[in-house]
């Protein structure tokens, strides 16, 4: 059984989405949706499950990560690693990936093979947990175990992220640690617990799937209810703890870190808003102007005019969270000779500029440029465009909500970016991280 939720026919938000997009749900909760495009032979079938490390209790901390490799290693009438050959096998590709908010999973497939893509998934969907062994189990902790290594462990500045989060966010707040987890956790939690936490939120009913392209919304539909609609639902699954804060923080927080670094280097950092509101479109535009390329402030301030940064590592960005408020990352590398509290100086003068000086028509229309190309060069593909109203479906509720972020996007005046910067960009609400070259302390 099915249940049509909506089915517009014509495109949505033409500015930022002119492609059509129907959905429907199954009966066991399972939310699918379809945006058709016969421009060329090929599908993109995308998974966002409503579990990300956000989710994780205490002591379970990497679980929705390690999920992530799990997921490729076999399930009921998959064997161990066929998924993958099954996929690139017929001309296919495929990852997955995970976040604070949701793990992702993904295959885009010649047309003629969607049907094999939907049956992989719905396979590990309800039929994973049969098939996880210790073995696998096991297997797969050394490969997070690895991963973490040669990602952050093992790389200059490499744990940034791992640093900051806990500065940024409170002890207990469902993003106060990342997503790769502590491997204390991962070593102590036994297979029952793995297979529990599966069970608990790996379910239709805390999923949307997204197929985009050549495919018809009946065809799609049909072939969800075949391989999906006999997936049990699970009945109360539990919400993420919630990530409410009450405004930026109030106590300028500094962590100073001596390592193996080739140079000094600075992130500042502050919360923001939530991802989806007109408040974080305002602080995007912002971090456009304020860390993009050449023509940004960072760059023509510090790198081009004091040259107190080196141009190739200087920059600003937000990073997308939608269920607190996301934080947004300025970064430079100290330039040879130059002491560190310099570069400190000049960087806080930058933000500074943002609340003093309004910005420009010149930086505005830049920025909203970039953002631009940036935003058609995400959906130009079946699998952007998949990903993307995955995205807007779990997290807002209506895939057509995709269609007003770039329009939100080139509403924002330099009066909306004056007010995020005097409210988040103060300085008694900043995270300072300082990367200092020597032996490792």
Same mark, same amino acid.
């Given at each position: 059984?099915m249940?049509?939720? =909506?089915?517009?026919?014509?495109?949505v938000?033409? =500015?930022?989405?002119?492609?059509?997009?129907?959905?429907t749900?199954?009966?066991?909760?399972?939310?699918?949706? %379809?945006?058709e495009?016969?421009?060329?032979?090929v599908?993109?079938?995308?998974?966002?499950?409503?579990?990300?490390?956000?989710?994780?209790?205490?002591?379970?901390?990497?679980?929705?990560h !390690?999920?992530?490799?799990?997921?490729?290693?076999?399930?009921?009438?998959? *064997?161990?690693t066929?998924?993958?050959?099954?996929?690139?096998?017929?001309?296919g590709?495929?990852?997955?990936?995970?976040?604070?908010?949701?793990?992702?999973?993904?295959?885009?497939? &010649?047309?003629?093979?969607?049907?094999l893509? #939907?049956? !992989?998934?719905?396979?590990?969907?309800?039929?994973?947990?049969?098939?996880?062994?210790?073995?696998?189990?096991d297997?797969?902790?050394? %490969?997070v *175990?690895?991963?973490?290594?040669?990602?952050?462990?093992?790389?200059?500045y490499g744990?940034?992220?791992?640093?900051?989060?806990?500065?940024l966010?409170?002890?207990?707040?469902?993003?106060?640690?990342?997503?790769i987890g502590s491997?204390?956790?991962?070593?102590?939690?036994?297979?029952?617990?793995?297979?529990?936490?599966?069970?608990?939120?790996?379910?239709p009913?805390?999923?949307?799937?997204?197929?985009?392209?050549?495919?018809?919304?009946?065809?799609?539909f049909?072939?969800? @209810?075949?391989?999906?609609?006999?997936?049990?639902?699970?009945?109360?699954?539990?919400?993420?703890?919630a990530?409410?804060?009450?405004g930026?923080?109030?106590?300028?927080?500094?962590?100073?870190?001596?390592?193996?670094?080739?140079?000094?280097?600075?992130?500042?950092?502050?919360?923001?808003?939530p991802?989806?509101?007109?408040?974080?479109?305002?602080?995007?535009?912002?971090?456009? %102007?304020?860390?993009?390329?050449?023509g940004?402030?960072?760059?023509?301030?510090?790198a081009?005019?004091?040259?107190?940064?080196?141009?190739d590592?200087?920059?600003?960005y937000?990073?997308?969270?939608?269920?607190?408020?996301?934080?947004?990352?300025?970064?430079?590398?100290?330039?040879?000779?130059?002491?560190? @509290?310099t570069?400190?100086?000049?960087?806080? @003068?930058?933000?500074?500029?943002?609340?003093?000086?309004?910005?420009?028509? @010149?930086?505005?229309?830049?920025? *909203?440029?970039?953002?631009?190309?940036?935003w058609?060069?995400?959906?130009?593909?079946?699998?952007?465009?998949?990903?993307?109203?995955g995205?807007?479906?779990?997290?807002?509720?209506?895939p057509a909500?995709?269609?007003?972020? #770039? &329009?939100?996007?080139?509403?924002?005046?330099?009066?909306?970016?004056?007010?995020?910067?005097?409210?988040t960009?103060q300085?008694?609400?900043?995270?300072?991280?300082?990367? #200092?070259?020597?032996?490792?302390?």
């Amino acid at each position: 059984m099915m249940v049509r939720v =909506t089915s517009p026919s014509a495109p949505v938000a033409t =500015t930022g989405y002119p492609w059509p997009i129907e959905t429907t749900r199954l009966a066991n909760g399972l939310r699918v949706v %379809v945006s058709e495009d016969r421009t060329a032979p090929v599908v993109c079938v995308n998974l966002w499950y409503d579990v990300g490390s956000r989710h994780e209790p205490p002591g379970q901390t990497g679980f929705a990560h !390690l999920f992530e490799h799990l997921m490729f290693e076999g399930s009921q009438h998959v *064997k161990k690693t066929e998924h993958m050959k099954l996929v690139q096998g017929n001309g296919g590709s495929l990852n997955a990936t995970t976040n604070p908010d949701r793990t992702n999973y993904f295959e885009s497939m &010649p047309a003629e093979h969607l049907e094999l893509a #939907l049956w !992989l998934e719905a396979d590990r969907m309800g039929g994973l947990v049969p098939a996880l062994t210790q073995e696998t189990l096991d297997n797969q902790r050394e %490969v997070v *175990k690895n991963e973490r290594r040669q990602r952050y462990d093992n790389v200059p500045y490499g744990d940034a992220w791992l640093r900051l989060l806990p500065l940024l966010y409170p002890a207990g707040h469902p993003y106060h640690h990342a997503t790769i987890g502590s491997m204390e956790d991962l070593n102590a939690a036994s297979l029952d617990t793995f297979k529990a936490f599966h069970q608990q939120y790996y379910a239709p009913n805390n999923c949307v799937l997204t197929v985009t392209g050549d495919a018809s919304p009946a065809e799609v539909f049909a072939l969800a @209810e075949k391989y999906f609609g006999a997936i049990s639902p699970v009945p109360d699954i539990p919400a993420a703890p919630a990530g409410h804060l009450a405004g930026p923080a109030t106590t300028p927080v500094r962590e100073t870190v001596t390592a193996a670094v080739p140079a000094a280097r600075i992130y500042l950092s502050h919360r923001t808003y939530p991802f989806g509101t007109a408040g974080y479109d305002a602080v995007t535009v912002l971090a456009t %102007v304020l860390g993009s390329g050449r023509g940004s402030r960072l760059y023509q301030r510090l790198a081009d005019g004091k040259r107190i940064a080196q141009p190739d590592y200087i920059g600003a960005y937000g990073v997308d969270l939608a269920h607190a408020p996301a934080p947004l990352i300025v970064t430079a590398t100290v330039k040879d000779g130059i002491p560190v @509290e310099t570069l400190e100086d000049g960087l806080t @003068e930058v933000l500074q500029s943002l609340i003093d000086e309004p910005v420009t028509d @010149e930086e505005l229309n830049r920025a *909203k440029a970039l953002l631009t190309t940036s935003w058609w060069r995400q959906v130009s593909t079946v699998g952007g465009r998949a990903d993307t109203l995955g995205r807007y479906t779990t997290q807002f509720g209506d895939p057509a909500t995709a269609g007003y972020r #770039l &329009p939100a996007w080139q509403a924002v005046t330099a009066d909306d970016i004056a007010e995020a910067a005097t409210r988040t960009l103060q300085p008694s609400s900043r995270v300072t991280l300082t990367y #200092l070259p020597g032996e490792e302390k």
